[in-house]
Nanobody, 121 residues
Framework: VQLQASGGGLVQPGGSLRLSCVAS????????MGWYLQAPGKQRELVAA???????NYADSVKGRFTISRDNAKNTVYLQMNSLKPEDTAVYYC????????????????WGQGTLVTVSS
């Protein structure tokens, strides 16, 4: 299973970016999908997550500015980032809880490679 993240880049404060993350490979379904960020010298932290049913969860710092969504048919999770601030600058990672039925249900956590978001004037 591979997760391919894209959409990062350089944006001015107040601008917007949309991140995408596509899961590919052999699996039966995906439970939770999420986005995390890691700023230089800091630990990775949750930005937003979405369940297979569409229930979302956000870090307080991004509520009202970021929106997470997913397309189950495309095995893709998105992060729409609006009103970006310099403190949003970080490498953004996606993850997915992938399910395989091998006699019984197994769940595996996979991570994407990260995409850099830089918010600067």
């Amino acid at each position: 299973v591979q997760l391919q993240a894209s959409g990062g880049g350089l944006v001015q404060p107040g601008g917007s970016l949309r991140l995408s993350c596509v899961a590919s490979g052999s699996f039966d379904s995906i439970n939770n999908m999420g986005w995390y960020l890691q700023a230089p010298g800091k630990q990775r932290e949750l930005v937003a997550a979405v369940t297979s049913g569409g229930t979302t969860n956000y870090a307080d710092s991004v509520k009202g500015r970021f929106t997470i969504s997913r397309d189950n048919a495309k095995n893709t999770v998105y992060l729409q980032m609006n009103s970006l601030k310099p403190e949003d600058t970080a490498v953004y990672y996606c993850n997915a809880e992938v399910v395989r039925y091998l006699g019984k249900q197994y769940q595996f956590l996979y991570w994407g490679q990260g995409t850099l978001v830089t918010v600067s004037s």
